[in-house]
């Protein structure tokens, strides 16, 4: 894989809100409303996706591209970028998800993510309403899960 090219694919700094529109406001350790949360709202050009991590340490800041290196022989896509959304939520037995999302070869993305969720046996899930709906079939409610901006 070409660690520049990925490089080039992966924003650490999450300068983009979940609309896009700038600038992500009130980051810290605090509790975010469900309807806060990166992909509440759908959008059709951006996909919001959270990956299990192995608690909040592992999901610090930077943790995007050291996730994505492990896509071992999966072609990188084929425009634009992944950002980390610097958000986490943890179930209520403990698992702990990191927010990322994606635009541009969103199916390409989709791909990347999900073999590097693969080699690490990593969990995926998205919000579906008012659910957070894991890629084994569990799903917790939002209002149940500690969300915050980390």
Do not use: K, N
Request: glycine share 12%.
């Amino acid at each position: 894989m070409d660690d520049r090219r990925l490089d080039q694919l992966v924003r650490h700094d999450a300068a983009m809100s979940q609309d896009g529109a700038g600038p992500s406001s009130g980051v810290g350790a605090s509790e975010l409303p469900e309807s806060d949360l990166p992909g509440f709202v759908p959008v059709e050009w951006r996909e919001h996706r959270y990956v299990q991590a192995g608690g909040e340490e592992s999901a610090s800041r930077g943790w995007l591209a050291a996730f994505l290196r492990t896509a071992a022989g999966a072609p990188l896509p084929a425009s634009r970028g992944c950002v980390e959304e610097r958000v986490l939520v943890r179930t209520p037995d403990g698992l702990v998800f990191a927010g990322l999302s994606c635009r541009g070869d969103i199916e390409g993305w989709r791909a990347y993510v999900d073999a590097a969720a693969r080699s690490q046996q990593s969990l995926i899930a998205r919000i579906e309403g008012d659910d957070l709906l894991l890629d084994d079939g569990r799903r917790y409610r939002l209002a149940d899960c500690d969300r915050v901006r980390g």
